[in-house]
């Protein structure tokens, strides 16, 4: 499928493989544009078949059940990078598949993903990949101080990652991450954490979104904000960026970039999600069109919606299970606070860590609302 074609018209279907919450906004956005939406799974139930048309269970390496749910859909995408590349490249064989399936090869492998951003020109920290133990000594002796070991494929949320003060560490950290393939990056003494959410459609239209400032916990996001504040120079880099990885990476869909905001304004690329993202959730109450919006545009082969922000500055905080601890949150007490807008996935297990749902608020001001936006979050366990 090229750039152009397969347009799909409100009343079509439009399916996901994966079925969490991602999937779960995407759906509910194609709704509200009057598609139907169908999901494909390898669970059962789940935040994205509770609102679906259409909910399939089934292996994402089962070709022909692959085959048959692209039939029935008009268009499909994907809510998670770590769906097999074959689900993509089976899907394409009946129905436009957007993002193009071969992305889902470049970035379920960092070692991959990084080099694809060096071939674009992009700036990202140095870098040294590992494949076997005979590699180790090279990585040691150009990266020799600080650094963060990850395993090439399957992380996600610090998962799979170990922090090393020295090369001397570097394999007994490899052999506790269970000697797979591993990318080995310098640590960046990096400011702040931010991203950026850019959408391109099948014409090749981008609309990139303001750059989000966000706050991780334990290696999960915790806090986004925006505007991130962030110098009209370095605004301009991150849009450049946003910019070339959606167009050098033939995007049709929408992609987080996660970046590093050094000391000095230099940006560095942390990593690429080839979907909508945990810190674009805000532009659901925030934005003229929400990121989840644009992702139907993109994947109906519709014109996208503008990125600009509607109201005042918005926070978003996320729920993790932990706050289900002492039993059910205090819902009613987060709500009484002004501009302040409840998101759950309807996930039936609270487990601690498990993204549950969010919040977002709106404030004249950032740090109000991210002020807000906590206080709702402590008034759910009565903190
Ligand atoms: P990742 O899974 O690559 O997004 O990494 C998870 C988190 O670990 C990031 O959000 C950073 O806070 C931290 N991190 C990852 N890579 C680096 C690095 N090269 N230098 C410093 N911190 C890092």
Redesign the pocket.
Known sequence: MTLGEGKVEPGGTLGVFGGGQLGRMFGIAAREMGFRFAVYSDGPGGPAAQIADVAVQGAYDDEEAIAAFARQVDAVTFEFENVPAIAGSVAARHTPVRPHGSLLHTVQDRTREKEGLVALGLPV?PFEAIAAASDLAAARERIPGA??L?TSSF????KG?ARIESGAELAAAWRGLGEVPCVL????P?EE?ISVIVARGVTGDVAIYEPFANE?TN?ILDVTTCPAGLEPSVALEVERIARAVVEGLDVVGVLCV?L?RLGDGTILV??VAPRPHNSGHLTIDAHTCSQFEQQVRAVAGLPLGSSERVGPPAAMSNLLGDLWANGAPDFAAALSIPEVSLHLYGKAKPRPGRKMGHLTATAPTVEQAAARVRAARAALTGA
């Open positions: 920290a650094g963060v990850k992380g996600y949320d610090g990652q990056e310098a640590l960046v990096f954490e991780h290696h996660e590093f942390n990593e």
